[in-house]
């Protein structure tokens, strides 16, 4: 087989009609030249174009999309008066649980935030003021009829997130939907209703504490009773000894019981005095530090990186692509052909 060798415009010999510098080395260790990556590009440049108008598609489709409106509400949580002069240690953690009660830390807040009672309530509450229109229906975008039971939490768990600042403790509520005037009320009915639920809880813990308190009372005053009726018996029996006598010493074991039982009485009467001031207390546990705007700004669409991530996107699906055909490989058995 005879092979037809003639010059190329830049000096390099044709092999079969293939210029010599664009042709791929044949060996081991071989370098694919640039053009041999190009080429398979450049070929199947409609399906390049077909890839890339889809992903700008797609981004544009989102222009169309209405604006959503994000109402931040930046909370605190209040501390219990009683436990915040304790010192550390396990004592001022006993003390907390014995007079204190419920902590509103940051975590708890946060949680109670996102507690499935509150996600629910805040659901079934209207939208706005003379609206039958529920909130779930602007989250769910359908009538209340449509719309499951198993489906209300989930879809409000996607539009009312919160975040913990690990440094400062302040706990920043954001509810993001489409229409803005909703979503500040959402933000303030579910700030309401985890602050209504942290009381209904703190108040449940000090009517057990006071119901506790009561027995504990009971029984000092039975303690302090016994042992005030035997010194009664005791100086009823005795009314004349010696100093130093045996009966001197029983007289003052008792009287130490009377002033024991009579601390213990006292204390136990503190303490259900302040568990019945718990009870009756409205203390907030949630201070609102920086409140929903007056004017919502909506959200970013950050366009230009969206387009960006689909174009590259689109890329990889051709590039892909043509590996899988074999566009990409060097045509061995051609050439070999050529100088056979």
């Given at each position: 087989m005879s092979v037809a060798l003639r010059p190329t415009p830049m000096g390099s010999i044709a092999v079969g009609g293939v210029p010599a510098r664009h042709a791929v080395p044949v060996g081991d260790g071989a370098e694919v030249s640039l053009s041999a990556l190009v080429?398979?590009?450049?070929?199947?440049?409609?399906?390049?174009?077909?890839?890339?108008?889809?992903?700008w598609a797609a981004v544009g489709a989102t222009v169309l999309q209405p604006r959503e409106y994000s109402a931040s509400i930046a909370l605190a949580a209040v501390p219990n008066p009683k436990t915040a002069a304790l010192s550390g240690g396990i004592s001022a953690l006993l003390a907390a649980g014995q007079t204190g009660g419920l902590q509103a830390t940051p975590r708890f807040v946060a949680?109670?935030?996102?507690?499935?009672?509150?996600?629910l309530g805040v659901a079934e509450l209207p939208a706005t003021p003379g609206r039958a229109e529920k909130v779930i229906e602007v989250v769910a975008r359908r009538p209340r009829a449509r719309i499951a039971p198993g489906e209300i939490e989930p879809a409000m768990r996607e539009v009312v997130t919160n975040d913990v600042d690990k440094n400062t403790g302040i706990?920043?509520?954001?509810v993001t939907l489409r229409d803005s005037a909703v979503a500040r009320r959402t933000a303030l009915a579910v700030t309401a209703a985890a602050e209504s639920q942290y009381r209904l809880v703190s108040r449940a813990q000090a009517a057990q504490q006071r119901?506790?308190?009561?027995?504990?009372?009971?029984?000092?005053?039975?303690?302090?009773?016994r042992a005030e009726e035997r010194l009664a018996d005791f100086i009823a029996g005795h009314r004349a000894y010696a100093a130093?006598?045996?009966?001197?010493?029983?007289?003052?074991?008792?009287?130490r019981?009377?002033?024991?039982?009579?601390?213990?009485?006292?204390?136990?009467?503190?303490?259900?005095?302040?568990?019945?001031?718990?009870?009756?207390?409205?203390?907030?546990?949630?201070?609102?530090?920086?409140?929903?705007?007056?004017?919502?700004?909506p959200t970013p669409r950050h366009l230009a990186i969206k387009g960006f991530l689909a174009s590259a996107l689109a890329l990889c699906a051709v590039g892909a692509w043509l590996f899988v055909r074999g566009e990409f490989a060097a045509p061995r058995d051609r050439r070999g052909e050529a100088f056979a």
């Open positions: 080429q398979p590009w450049r070929r199947h440049w409609r399906a390049v174009a077909v890839a890339l108008g889809l992903a949680a109670l935030l996102g507690m499935r009672g509150v996600m706990v920043t509520l954001t119901l506790a308190t009561a027995e504990r009372v009971d029984s000092a005053a039975r303690q302090l009773r130093y006598a045996d009966a001197t010493i029983e007289r003052t074991r008792i009287e019981d009377v002033a024991n039982a009579n601390v213990v009485n006292t204390q136990a009467l503190q303490d259900r005095e302040q568990a019945i001031a718990h009870e009756l207390e409205d203390t907030p546990a949630l201070a609102v530090v920086d409140g929903v705007p007056a004017t919502l700004v």
